[in-house]
């Protein structure tokens, strides 16, 4: 029952399963006037892809990274900066530490051994290295920190 025509004028048309038909490219902008139009672009019609710049193991990656895909190792990284920062392991802009956030250095720590029992065979051995290797540097910081003497504490205070 794909068309009912209802007494008013209405069409109904039932499109559940019918794929949509893409539509056309836009055409590409047109150039300033006064730019050279063949140096904005190329002979195809499309602008020139940006320059790519070689990386340590020969990839071509974007110079900006505006237009960069996220990679895995950029989560895993960006997790890592988290629980360091938790652990107040990271100095600030203005040289100072911030304080110590344990609850979220911790949730942190538990996010990347997470991802790291999750991923287990899928990884590049570098992607690999990277989790493990920083997990154990941040398990071995939240436990320095846990055991630390609490903050006041020296050896002044065990004095008579």
């Not at 490219?25 to 790519?52: I, L, R, T, W």
């Not at 505006?66 to 988290?82: N, W």
């Not at 154990?136 to 609490?150: C, K, Q, S």
Request: net charge negative; hydrophobic share 30%; glycine share 12%.
């Amino acid at each position: 029952m794909p068309e009912e025509k209802d007494d008013k004028g209405f069409k109904v048309i039932d499109r559940r399963g019918v794929e949509a038909t893409p539509e056309p490219p836009s055409p590409p902008p047109k150039p300033p006037p006064g730019e050279n139009p063949s140096s904005a672009v190329s002979e195809g019609g499309s602008p020139p892809p940006p320059a790519d710049v070689q990386s340590e193991k020969g990839r071509a990656e974007p110079r900006s990274t505006a237009l960069r895909v996220p990679r895995f190792l950029d989560f895993v990284q960006s997790l890592q900066m988290g629980a360091m920062v938790g652990l107040g392991m990271l100095q600030g802009p203005d040289g100072q530490r911030p304080p110590v956030d344990l609850p979220a250095a911790k949730d942190a720590i538990d996010l990347l051994g997470i991802l790291q029992e999750k991923t287990k065979g899928n990884l590049t051995k570098e992607e690999e290295e990277v989790l493990r290797e920083g997990l154990y540097h941040l398990r071995m910081g939240y436990m320095a920190v846990i055991n630390a003497p609490p903050t006041g504490q020296g050896k002044e205070g065990n004095q008579r």
